[in-house]
């Protein structure tokens, strides 16, 4: 297998897994969690060969969807969030990775559209959230909370409802013991 290959795959397993504890982590929460994306929406468009101007423009912004829509169980309240794995993150880390997040989704932002990014990494705090356009927060970070932080229990996205545990409750009670677990860590 070439080197190429060899790393596509990996980078693939990792990004795997990043998506499915994002998953997991907002479906604890209650919320109702879609996969978006031409090769979810349909594959079969994914693999259209066409030179038509409107079929790649459409296509071009699907595949640039972020990974996930979640509607929280308020039902009031619905983002995008984008999912990425990184290791060994850092402040400077989160604060050049921001602003690339926000060049990438950059139309989204523009338009107002809610979107989140999700970024899970191999140390403590294993996760990291950030929402698009709030670069002027925690500028240290980017705009990057770390999980547990208080400040993400006010976001009215991350709070629980009813017997729903918010965003940092599933964080301590099943997603970081997990992410221990799987890591050899206990």
């Not at 397993?13 to 499915?20: N, S, V």
């Not at 079969?44 to 829509?69: H, V």
């Not at 619905?78 to 950059?106: G, I, T």
Request: glycine letters at 6%; hydrophobic letters at 35%.
């Amino acid at each position: 297998m070439s080197t190429d290959t060899n790393n596509f795959n990996i980078k693939k397993i990792k990004g795997d897994y990043a998506e499915l504890i994002c998953k997991h982590h907002f479906e604890l929460m209650g919320c109702h969690v879609n996969k978006v994306g031409i090769e979810e929406l349909s594959p079969a468009f994914a693999k259209l060969k066409s030179d038509k101007q409107g079929i790649q423009s459409l296509k071009n912004r699907m595949q640039y969807m972020p990974d996930f829509l979640v509607v929280h169980p308020s039902q009031d309240n619905a983002s995008f969030v984008e999912v990425k794995y990184r290791k060994n993150v850092s402040n400077d880390f989160l604060k050049e990775f921001s602003a690339e997040l926000h060049v990438q989704y950059s139309d989204f932002i523009k338009d107002g559209i809610p979107v989140y990014f999700y970024v899970l990494t191999n140390s403590e705090p294993y996760v990291h959230i950030m929402k698009g356009k709030s670069l002027k927060y925690w500028e240290h970070t980017g705009g990057f909370y770390p999980v547990g932080e208080s400040a993400l229990d006010k976001f009215p996205f991350f709070k629980g409802i009813g017997e729903n545990d918010s965003f940092n409750e599933v964080y301590a009670e099943s997603i970081k013991i997990a992410i221990d677990d799987i890591l050899w860590k206990q």
